[in-house]
């Protein structure tokens, strides 16, 4: 028998999975709690609210069936997202998966392997980086311009080539808060040639109040490349359910259907998506409150004296007076968890979610206490 051990001349292992970077989620309340009494978690974009009670209400109704397998295909949520996007994109214009970074996943593995090439800009999101290297492909970033994270669109457009498969763009962008006008993706889809595919990431969509904000909608809608990337983990309050979806092209969407398992969606999921996009009430009750409480943070932050960027998300990226990590465990100690983002290409940079009046009000008395001491 062949011995296939480490000393084997046969390498099993793909020369691009040693990662160097891992993607590592902000901490649990659980495994903070035993550290501190009273805590607020500003850490992980989550919705300040709790979860979609129809949504919830679906949830609890579903248990009682756990033994029966659930729809074979996700074909239910997407004749609901159809008719959320009142009937603008045929329900064959969408994919659903276990979560917003689950679609990116299906892009990535459908479209890239070894020899094919993407564009990031970071800082962003760090999942597009992280499963374009599961795939063998290489990562070109074209950094956000600085001091006001701008998106260098020429530098976008001079880094593709033959082999470039995907653009990935965050509006709102996580962590930065900032957003793409309408006018530099109008450039940037008219410049872009057909082999390149340009996924548009707004699963913070709903927060936007940008005038010339724009979602990937009407390119879709025009028949461009374009993929529009959501998740029910933010404004539906579902993080926990694991759900998100995406919109493209008819023709995009069946050759992604193809590497969709069959059941990919597990009944508690799909019914809770199906009833939380009915909840206009709860969804705009976050709207309301997220959009009130980030005027509230910048308003007091400028007070206080705190550098940060003015944000269309359900967070605010900060620059504290002094290492990341120390800032972090200085509000830990005041009972306020918040997320050093460096992984995400913003070194000395921590991002704060926006909560409840109440959290956001501890969250300021720590950041007083923090800042009248340095
Ligand atoms: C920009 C962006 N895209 C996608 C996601 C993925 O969300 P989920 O995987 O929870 O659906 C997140 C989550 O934080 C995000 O910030």
Redesign the pocket.
Known sequence: MENHDTDSKINIFKKYLNVDNPYKGGKTLAEIKAQTHKLYKLSS?ENPIGASPKAVAAIQKAVQNLHLYPDRTDARLRTALATFYNNELDENQFVVAN???ET?ELIIRAFMSEGHECIISNPT?L?YQMISKWQGAKINDVPLLEPNFILDIEGILAKVNDNTRLLFL?SPN?PTGTYIPKEDLDTIIERLPDHVILVL?E??YHFADAEDYATALPYVKAGKQVIG?N???KTYGL?AM?I?YFYTTEKIANYIHQICKPFILNKLSLEAGIAALGDTEFIQATVDLVKKERAYMEAEMKKIGVHFWPSQGNFILTKPPMEEKVFEAKMLDLGVMVRPVSAFGAPGCVRITIGTREANDACLAALVKIYQKS
């Open positions: 974009n979560s917003g970074s990116l999101f999942i965050t996580n990431d699963v913070y990337i998740s029910f983990s993080a694991r998100g």
